[in-house]
């Protein structure tokens, strides 16, 4: 009977050790199947006309890849980019994804934050932070997402809205950075010390049996059938 109780404590100990490394597993999967589930898909980007001329780069498996340090460096690569006033920031984008090895779908992703409709807000924010910054005056302008206002619009502004536009992306990229690496770490931390919990108590689930080895032979055989406490014949 002892060497039973032993065996099945045993397995007690294995399947609650499987269930805890399997958990501590799907800890550090979830936040990568969360964004592989909403970043852009892989055809999507790869017909991008202006990303063509990067050619086999945006093939790179390593490019696709999702960890922490890829995603998070992934937003601020974007963000940042998304405060470039030139109609190619997604191959500014793929560049610096290339270059520092960082998630590509999502560092072109996150551009798209800037878009017809958000550009103008966003632009002359940034314009009115470089002016802020350099003393100027503002003054009353329209952007447009064309290389003729570049040519005409921009030569009166360049200095603070470039100045703006890298002061509000180095902003913007950087939170971006620092939301995804805590957020990330964040969940880790927590889904291990649930780990830690569940192993514990599967631990303390288990009761605490004395374990003594099963006794063979014809002396157990003799011990078992002598009566313990029998009184002398009279």
Not at 69 to 86: H, N, S
Not at 177 to 203: G, T
Not at 207 to 229: I, K, L
Request: with cysteine.
């Amino acid at each position: 009977m002892p060497t039973t109780v032993r065996a099945d404590t045993s397995l007690e100990c294995d399947y609650s050790s499987a269930v805890v490394n399997q958990e501590s597993r799907n800890a550090i999967r979830m936040p990568r199947q969360f964004f592989k589930r909403h970043m852009p898909q892989a055809a999507r980007i790869r017909k991008v006309k202006s990303l063509r001329v990067l050619g086999r780069w945006i093939y790179e498996p390593n490019l696709w890849h999702i960890s922490r340090r890829a995603t998070a460096g992934a937003f601020f690569i974007g963000l940042f980019c998304a405060f470039i006033p030139f109609p190619t920031q997604m191959i500014f984008a793929a560049i610096l994804a290339i270059y520092w090895r960082c998630n590509l779908p999502i560092s072109v992703g996150m551009v798209w934050v800037s878009n017809p409709l958000t550009m103008p807000p966003i632009f002359y924010g940034a314009y009115l932070v470089g002016a802020y910054t350099l003393g100027v005056t503002p003054g009353e302008v329209e952007f447009e997402a064309s290389w003729s206002w570049l040519g005409e619009g921009l030569l009166n502004i360049w200095q603070p809205l470039l100045l703006g536009c890298l002061i509000c992306g180095l902003t913007a990229g950087g939170c971006g950075y620092m939301i995804i690496d805590v957020l990330w770490r964040f969940h880790v931390v927590s889904r291990w010390r649930a780990r830690r919990q569940r192993k514990k108590a599967a631990k303390q689930s288990i009761p605490n049996v004395a374990h003594q080895p099963a006794q063979s032979g014809p002396r157990a055989g003799q011990e078992s059938a002598t009566p313990e406490n029998t009184s002398p014949s009279q």
